[in-house]
């Protein structure tokens, strides 16, 4: 029952190397006809090797669940998705390639190693041995009693097993990564050879000050076409965002103040006006009846409590209230119920199952026996708490059984089955009784109590600030006067428009089908405006006005470019390269200077761009030249000749002009065997994630997600 405790206290696979996920369809399946030759049930390939709908579900549910447990969205996970199934099958093919093959035998004795298991001592025995044979009849009472935690575990063994592969594979392929003699010799030499130089250096953004270059589109589509493996784009759009947010205004913010002090201090309409939250004889009721968040029953530490009370709270009497007072967008009025210690308890148990609960695999006992057997053993136990132990060997929990029945200290916040906690709670230190709960009949010894902090039950009535109908149909109107505006006009039009309005803009440039959310928006309207810059009937230009559910704020899109699969649009990574780009006409710019002057020495060249000469020492294998990392100057260094005047260099910040004065040794510690280790270990740690990328970047994927997702429906 330990084991299933683990299971059902960290949902499946909430970590992962290779979580796996993909996206669910709106539409049912067996009901669409196969469209134009391709089936809707099939979203990809890789390599040949078919990704289905039902894996991209089952995939997408685990991720849902890690990002839930987490706290992070649930939404927006698809294209993330995707790639780490892609990446999972990628795997798998080299897995089987390498000869090997995922059987259960093959499951069950490298499950120890992965991961989620090995780092859990629960699933080893005080030997140190994996329960193999433990954690397997677990998962047989799932698919006996509870089918859909049994599905979870499918879906999370599907995970654990390509993680299993990763292992397998990684070890194999790492394996072969050493670094030979000659190498490692050649590497200390470049460690520990120094050159001495003098240099110039023309500073890009130093002489940028002074001359104006301006990046075309072909220049930066030349820089594309040099460098097409780092450029290669999927499908994304480029879409233009306007967003119009109702926010609530001054008289709708009076308003909620003046309802909240009605309900606080005057009295309800429903009550004729005679009931408020000072003089409520039943304050969840008024709360469930009158505020925008529901009561909460339990019992809460200071810290947990409306930030602006939680310094009177402490010293308040009960029956005190608070406010009204604003926390973020909400008005609040408080009132204090209760308070207490928030006792911690040691205690330990025996359970006893009966056929068909959740503990009861191989009990053949009846509910019915299963009561009458605990209510005798209780009975023994409470005069006689000394012979606890003597039926410890009837438990059906054998974990706490091998613990002396122990469940250690617990709190009201342990996660276990309300009724066990109740009875902890409302019993005294050397209580005994029996409880049911879903898992039998547990006879409870209550060992130890200490106090705790104090905690407090606290009433909140909270009215959310709200726009009005005046304030929703301005943005509306705004938004509605904006499209027209920019409708059949150009997308510096459209910016300078809505920056004119000063209105919310924002320009996702490389969105795509399946992320989910769009950079600088975040509404639940995302999905749909990528859906619709997706549709084949769009052209560059066309415009689009979205509602978001629930807050009535408006959203105007403009798509204003279409980027299909192949080399980046240059527009869309101008962002990016311009820089780059802009550095590298500067760095010919410069050397066309340089040559046009036919400057012989450090000196001259220094004049010509004001400039100074600078002394360093560069190393090959730490290229640091005056605090900057240049590979090529440093490489530069030891080709040219002594006291010989250098081709001009270009760096990564700037065009340098060298002379090497002299070379030296400086030997560093270490012997050949040590450095040679360390390399191993540097490259080997490289390693894993350039080999997953090269895999990727030569596979044979196919994505068919868009063209079926457009026949067959949208994203659910």
Do not use: C
């Given at each position: 029952m330990a084991i299933l405790g683990q299971i059902r206290s960290k949902p499946w696979l909430l970590m992962g190397v290779i979580a796996l996920a993909l996206l669910?369809?709106?539409?049912?399946?067996?009901?669409?006809?196969?469209?134009?030759?391709?089936?809707?049930?099939?979203?990809?390939?890789?390599?040949?090797?078919?990704?289905?709908?039902?894996?991209?579900?089952?995939?997408?549910?685990?991720?849902?669940?890690?990002?839930?447990?987490?706290?992070?969205?649930?939404?927006?996970?698809?294209?993330?998705?995707?790639?780490?199934?892609?990446?999972?099958?990628?795997?798998?093919?080299?897995?089987?390639?390498?000869?090997?093959?995922?059987?259960?035998?093959?499951?069950?004795?490298?499950?120890?190693?992965?991961?989620?298991?090995?780092?859990?001592?629960?699933?080893?025995?005080?030997?140190?041995?994996?329960?193999t044979q433990e954690l397997k009849k677990e998962i047989e009472t799932l698919k006996n009693t509870n089918p859909e935690q049994y599905n979870q575990w499918l879906k999370t063994r599907k995970t654990v097993e390509y993680r299993l592969m990763a292992r397998q594979v990684f070890t194999n392929i790492s394996a072969g990564i050493t670094t030979g003699k000659k190498e490692a010799e050649e590497l200390m030499k470049q460690r520990d050879q120094m050159a001495d130089i003098d240099f110039v250096k023309i500073d890009y953004a130093a002489y940028l000050q002074k001359t104006k270059i301006n990046v075309t589109t072909a220049d930066l589509e030349n820089y594309i076409k040099q460098h097409p493996v780092m450029f290669k784009a999927e499908p994304s759009r480029n879409i233009g965002i306007v967003y119009f947010p109702s926010t609530p205004s001054p008289a709708d913010d009076a308003a909620t103040q003046k309802e909240i002090n009605k309900l606080f201090s005057g009295?309800?309409?429903?009550?004729?006006?005679?009931?408020?939250?000072?003089?409520?004889?039943?304050?969840?009721?008024?709360?469930?009846?009158?505020?925008?968040?529901?009561?909460?029953?339990?019992?809460?530490?200071?810290?947990?409590?409306?930030?602006?009370?939680?310094?009177?709270?402490?010293?308040?009497?009960?029956?005190?209230?608070?406010?009204?007072?604003?926390?973020?967008?909400?008005?609040?009025?408080?009132?204090?119920?209760?308070?207490?210690?928030?006792?911690?308890?040691?205690?330990?148990?025996?359970?006893i199952a009966f056929k068909g609960s959740p503990a009861g695999e191989g009990v053949t006992r009846s509910k019915e026996q299963a009561k009458k057997l605990a209510d005798s053993i209780g009975a023994i136990v409470k005069s006689t708490p000394a012979k606890f132990t003597e039926f410890l060997k009837l438990s059906n929990d054998p974990s706490s059984a091998a613990q002396g029945g122990s469940l250690g200290w617990t709190t009201p916040e342990t996660p276990f089955v309300p009724e066990f906690l109740t009875y902890l709670a409302n019993n005294p230190k050397g209580a005994t009784g029996v409880v049911e709960t879903q898992f039998g009949y547990h006879i409870i010894n209550i060992e130890d109590k200490k106090a705790g902090a104090m905690s407090y039950k606290v009433a909140n009535l909270v009215k959310e600030v709200k726009s009005s109908e005046a304030t929703e149909a301005e943005s509306d109107k705004k938004a509605r006067r904006f499209i027209q505006q920019v409708q059949g006009k150009s997308f510096n039009d459209f910016v300078n428009i809505a920056k004119k309005g000063n209105y919310q803009f924002s320009n996702p440039k490389t969105a795509k089908r399946f992320d989910g959310q769009l950079q600088g928006l975040g509404t639940d309207k995302d999905g749909e405006i990528l859906a619709w810059a997706f549709d084949k009937k769009r052209s560059?230009?066309?415009?689009?006005?979205?509602?978001?559910?629930?807050?009535?704020?408006?959203?105007?899109?403009?798509?204003?470019?279409?980027?299909?699969?192949?080399?980046?649009?240059?527009?869309?990574?101008?962002?990016?390269?311009?820089?780059?780009?802009?550095?590298?006409?500067?760095?010919?710019?410069?050397?066309?200077?340089?040559?046009?002057?036919?400057?012989?020495?450090?000196?001259?060249?220094?004049?010509?761009?004001?400039?100074?000469?600078?002394?360093?020492?560069?190393?090959?294998?730490?290229?640091?030249?005056?605090?900057?990392?240049?590979?090529?100057?440093?490489?530069?260094?030891?080709?040219?000749?002594?006291?010989?005047?250098?081709?001009?260099?270009?760096?990564?910040?700037?065009?340098?002009?060298?002379?090497?004065?002299?070379?030296?040794?400086?030997?560093?510690?270490?012997?050949?065997?040590?450095?040679?280790?360390?390399?191993?270990?540097?490259?080997?740690?490289?390693?894993?994630?350039?080999?997953?990328?090269?895999?990727?970047?030569?596979?044979?994927?196919?994505?068919?997600?868009?063209?079926?997702?457009?026949?067959?429906?949208?994203?659910?």
């Open positions: 669910a369809f709106l539409v049912n399946p067996e009901s669409i006809d196969k469209v134009f030759g391709k089936n809707p049930d099939v979203l990809g390939k890789v390599n040949g090797e078919k990704i289905s709908r039902e894996e991209f579900n089952d995939q997408l549910f685990v991720l849902q669940q890690q990002a839930e447990q987490q706290g992070r969205p649930k939404t927006g996970l698809e294209e993330q998705a995707w790639q780490l199934l892609v990446q999972s099958k990628l795997i798998k093919q080299q897995f089987e390639k390498l000869g090997f093959e995922m059987t259960e035998d093959y499951f069950w004795n490298q499950i120890q190693y992965d991961q989620m298991f090995a780092q859990n001592k629960q699933f080893f025995d005080e030997k140190g041995n994996f329960k009295g309800t309409d429903a009550s004729g006006g005679t009931e408020n939250f000072q003089n409520t004889k039943n304050d969840s009721m008024f709360i469930m009846a009158n505020s925008d968040m529901p009561f909460n029953n339990q019992y809460s530490a200071p810290n947990q409590l409306p930030q602006t009370i939680q310094g009177q709270i402490p010293s308040a009497t009960i029956g005190q209230t608070f406010g009204p007072y604003k926390e973020q967008n909400f008005y609040v009025v408080s009132k204090l119920l209760d308070k207490k210690t928030s006792d911690s308890t040691l205690s330990r148990h025996i359970l560059k230009g066309d415009t689009e006005f979205f509602t978001v559910e629930g807050t009535g704020d408006k959203i105007v899109a403009y798509l204003n470019g279409k980027q299909e699969a192949g080399l980046a649009d240059p527009e869309s990574v101008r962002d990016q390269i311009e820089v780059i780009v802009k550095n590298k006409l500067a760095a010919k710019q410069i050397s066309d200077k340089i040559a046009g002057a036919k400057a012989s020495n450090l000196d001259q060249i220094a004049k010509l761009f004001a400039s100074t000469k600078q002394t360093a020492q560069v190393n090959m294998l730490n290229p640091s030249v005056a605090g900057a990392m240049e590979p090529k100057v440093a490489g530069a260094a030891f080709g040219v000749a002594k006291g010989k005047l250098s081709n001009p260099i270009e760096g990564g910040t700037g065009v340098y002009v060298l002379i090497k004065k002299s070379e030296t040794v400086n030997k560093q510690p270490g012997d050949l065997k040590q450095f040679t280790e360390s390399i191993t270990q540097r490259n080997g740690g490289m390693f894993g994630q350039a080999w997953m990328k090269s895999l990727q970047d030569n596979a044979d994927i196919k994505d068919y997600r868009i063209e079926i997702w457009g026949k067959t429906g949208n994203q659910q």
